[in-house]
């Protein structure tokens, strides 16, 4: 099936809640009640989507594109829409600098040389399809260099010069549950409408 894009010119939403979900387990001890956790691969991003006051037109768009979902089958890009462009400077072309890395820092060249703050802490990039939040301000080098801190670690190691997303960076994504396509009507022809949504990754 297509991964799906939000319907085209739909108006932002009136609410956003955008999270990381850890994949983590804890184990305790029944005699002592001490505590050991372990953190798994697999976080994930989860996102709750409002939309209030929807007109007539907008209840019918909406209600066309979950229908075109088919529930948890279809798959969509979601970004963190409260975000959508980085605080950062975030100028140049930015692309992987290196093959075969991994985990929570990623090497990246193609930034527009000695700029402090090229990004931001809390900023997002998209890379390899995997969206991941800056965790710490970067600065740029001389070459146009940067070392960028990042969660969650990557899952696969993306190819060099894989370009770097940093305005609207997205996820794939599937609906929470298939009960979803629930939009009260009230008087005349109004709803409102909250979505919830999960990452979903091979």
């Given amino acids: 099936m297509t991964t799906l894009s939000l319907p085209s010119g739909f108006r932002r939403p009136g609410g956003v809640t955008f999270s990381l979900k850890p994949n983590t387990q804890a184990f305790q001890s029944p005699l002592t009640k001490a505590t050991q956790t372990m953190e798994l691969p697999g976080a994930r991003w989860a996102a709750v989507i409002t939309w209030q006051d929807l007109t ?10 979950l229908a075109r979902l088919r529930g948890r089958a279809g798959r969509v890009y979601l970004w963190d ?50 969206l991941k939040m800056v965790t ?49 009507i009230r008087p005349p022809i109004r709803g409102d409408v909250t979505l919830t949504f999960e990452e979903v990754f091979a």
């Fill in 81 to 130: 829409m409260a975000f959508e462009t980085p605080a950062g400077v975030a100028t140049g072309t930015p692309v992987v600098a290196g093959a075969g890395q991994s985990g929570a820092t990623l090497a990246t060249s193609g930034w527009t040389p000695s700029t402090t703050g090229i990004l931001k802490t809390g900023d997002y990039i998209g890379v390899n399809g995997e």
């Fill in 136 to 184: 710490a301000d970067a600065d740029s080098d001389a070459g146009g260099l940067a070392t960028l801190a990042i969660e969650p670690p990557l899952r696969a190691s993306p190819a060099d010069a894989a370009a770097l997303t940093t305005v609207k960076p997205t996820a794939t994504f599937r609906l929470l549950d298939d009960d979803q396509d629930n939009i009260p």
């Fill in 56 to 65: 007539e037109a907008e209840i019918r768009v909406l209600r066309a594109f």
